[in-house]
C-alpha cells in the first residue's frame, strides 16, 4: 500500500492553474525524485503535500487515511516534512539543542521545567548512530559543522521523531562532491529505514543516482511516472522540455477530476 | 561508512583536546579576565583602592546599569532589543517617589501599617515596567514594527511622562518601609548587592537551563526554524519584552529606595552604560549569542573604572570617555575570539 497518494490535485491562483490534476503515490521505504523545469508546479506541489498550502481539489491519502492539512504543524504531527537546507536549523547553538528543538526533554524542579542535557545529549548520540551519522563532538555549535553534516542531522532528526514522508528540496545545491556523495549516503539510509523520501532536484545524475522512481511535471500535470531502471536521463530531459509528450500511466486514477 | 566528516585530525588526542577545553574556556571568560587584570592594576596603581568598602561600592553601584542589563540581554539574545528600559526604571522610581514621597512633588501616601507600603510600592513597580513591556513586545510582535523603533519611542515618550509628572520638581522622603532594601545590610553586604547577584543567578538559571531560556536562544539564532520547530515564537519575544519591562520596574524601585525618592530626572545615560555593559560582556546585536556571567562582569568593569576615577579624582567626563572606548574596543575584541575560535577550535 502506498504511504501518500495523491489523486487529482489540482491548484489555481486566481486565474492561474498551477496544478492540473496531479496523480502519484510513494510508497514506504521508496525514493522518488520529482522532476520538472521551473514553473512545473514542483514547490506548489510539495507545499501541498506539507501543508503549506491547500489543494483547490483532488484528494492526499496518507498512511490509508485520507487527509487535509490545515497548516504545516499539522502535517509534521502526522509524519510529513520538509526539510530546507540551512532552514530548520539554529546555527548558533550545539547539535544536541537542535536535535531536541522545541521537544526539550525537561524535569520539574518546584513547578519550574529545567532541561535535562545529559539526557539528550545522550539520546541524540544514540539517534545519530542508529542513523549511521559520526559527528565527534555534540556540543559544538552547529554554524562550525560542515553542509553535510547539518544535512545529516535533520534528517536524522526527522527519522528519530517519527517521520514517515521527508520532502528534500534542492538539498544538495550548496553542497559540494564528497559531501553530496555523502549526503545521497545518508537518503539511502533514510530509505533503508522504511521512510519515504520526495526528492527535488535539477540535477539528473543525482535523480539517477538514489531514486526508485523518477516522476516529470511538466505545466503542471505528472507527464511521466517511471522506474528509474526503466528509462534514460535523455528521455527524462525529453519529458522535462516536452520534447516527448508523455510517457507511463499515472499510479492512480481514481479521483481524477470529472 | 560514515556520512559525517569525522577526521581523526590532531585534535582527537586527549593532551591537545584539553588544551582546547582550556582555550575555549579562556575565551568564554575573557571578559573577568579583563575585570580581574583591571582590578588588580587599580589596586596596584591607585593608592587606598583595595579596600572592601570600595569594592562593595562597585558593586552596589552596579545595581541599577546591572538589572537594566539583563532585560537588554534577553531582549537582544531573542534577536530584538529595548531601548525604552532607561525610561521604564525612572517612570517606575517616579511614580513610586510621587505616590509615597512627603516631600517635593510627593504625594504622600500613607498605608496602614506602614509596611504595606514596601509590597504596594514594589508592585506598582513591576506594573509599570510589566505593562509598557508587553506593549513595546505587541507592537514588536503582532504588528511586526522594528523593536529598535518602539523602543527608541518607549525610550523617549517615557522620559517626557517622567518630566510632565514631575513637573520638573524633585521627590524626597520616602518611608521607612521603602528605604529598607538601601540601607539594611545582610552579612556585612549591601541589600542592593545581593539583589543584584540575586538577579543575574536567577537569570543565568533561567537562560542557560530552562526551555524558554534555551527557545531565546533558538529564536535569535533563527526564528524561521523555531516557528517550523513549534516553538512559541511570538509568546516568547512578547514574555522577554515584558520580563526586560519588568526588571526595568525593579530597577526604578530600587533607586527611588536608594535616592529616598527621585531626582526631576532619575538614572538618565544609563541606558547606554547598560547597553556598554552587555557588549562588552559578549552579547551579539545578531541575537542567540551572549551569557549573563560575561554581563555580569561587563557591568563590573564599567563599574570599577567608575569607581577608580572617582578614586583618583577624576573629572568624571573621563568616565565615559573610557567607557565608550571600551565599548569599541570589547567589539574588536568579539571578532578577534572569534577568529581564534574558527582556528584553534
Partial sequence: MALLELAGIRKSFGAIEALRGVSFAVSAGEVVALLGDNGAGKSTLVKIIAGEERASAGRILFDGAEVAFADQGEAKAAGIETVYQDLSLCTNLDVVANFFMGRELTRRVLGIPFLRDRAMEAETRRALEAGGTRIPRLRTTVEHLSGGQRQAIELNRFVHWGGKLVILDEPFAALGVEQTRRGLETIDRVRARGIGVILITHVMAQAFAVADRIVVLRHGSVVGDLRTDATTPDEVVHLITGGIERIGQPTTTQGEPA | ?345
Fill in chain 2, 1 to 345: 561508512m560514515t556520512l559525517a566528516d569525522s577526521m581523526p585530525g590532531p585534535g582527537s588526542e586527549p593532551r591537545q583536546e584539553r588544551h582546547k577545553a582550556l582555550l575555549a574556556l579562556l575565551l568564554d571568560n575573557l571578559v573577568w579576565i579583563i575585570l580581574l587584570f583591571a582590578l588588580a592594576c587599580f589596586a596596584i596603581f591607585i593608592p587606598k583602592f583595595f579596600q572592601i568598602g570600595i569594592l562593595l561600592n562597585i558593586i552596589e553601584q552596579s545595581t541599577f546599569v546591572g538589572i537594566i542589563a539583563v532585560g537588554l540581554s534577553l531582549t537582544l539574545i531573542a534577536g530584538q532589543m529595548d531601548l525604552s528600559i532607561e525610561s521604564v526604571m525612572a517612570l517606575a522610581a517616579m511614580t513610586v517617589a510621587l505616590t509615597f514621597g512627603t516631600g517635593g512633588a510627593g504625594g504622600g501616601l500613607a498605608l496602614q501599617p506602614p509596611w504595606l507600603a514596601f509590597p504596594v510600592s514594589l508592585a506598582m513597580a513591576l506594573g509599570v515596567g510589566a505593562l509598557i513591556g508587553w506593549l513595546n513586545g505587541t507592537l514588536v510582535v503582532r504588528f511586526e514594527i522594528n523593536a529598535f523603533i518602539v523602543t527608541l519611542a518607549s525610550y523617549i515618550w517615557g522620559r517626557g511622562l517622567v518630566v510632565a509628572l514631575s513637573g520638573g520638581r524633585s521627590v524626597y522622603g520616602l518611608p521607612d518601609a521603602l528605604r529598607g532594601v538601601a540601607v539594611t545590610r545582610l552579612l556585612g553586604i549591601p541589600m542592593l548587592a545581593w539583589v543584584l547577584v540575586a538577579v543575574y543567578a536567577a537569570f543565568a538559571l533561567m537562560l542557560a537551563k530552562t526551555p524558554f531560556g534555551r527557545h531565546l536562544y533558538m529564536i535569535g539564532g533563527n526564528a524561521i526554524a523555531s516557528a517550523r520547530a513549534g516553538i512559541p515564537v511570538a509568546r516568547n519575544v512578547t514574555l522577554a519584552f515584558v520580563l526586560s519591562g519588568t526588571l526595568a520596574g525593579l530597577a526604578g524601585w530600587l533607586l527611588a529606595s536608594r535616592t529616598a525618592g527621585a531626582t526631576a530626572n532619575p538614572g538618565i545615560g544609563m541606558l547606554f552604560q547598560a547597553f556598554a555593559a552587555v557588549v562588552i560582556g559578549g552579547v551579539s546585536l545578531k541575537g542567540g549569542q551572549g551569557r549573563l556571567s560575561g554581563v555580569f562582569a561587563g557591568v563590573l568593569l564599567l563599574s570599577s573604572i567608575q569607581t577608580a576615577i572617582n578614586v583618583m579624582g577624576m573629572p568624571p567626563h573621563y568616565t565615559m570617555m573610557i567607557q565608550g572606548t571600551l565599548v569599541l574596543a570589547a567589539v574588536l575584541l568579539d571578532t578577534a575570539k572569534n577568529g581564534l575560535r574558527r582556528r584553534y577550535l
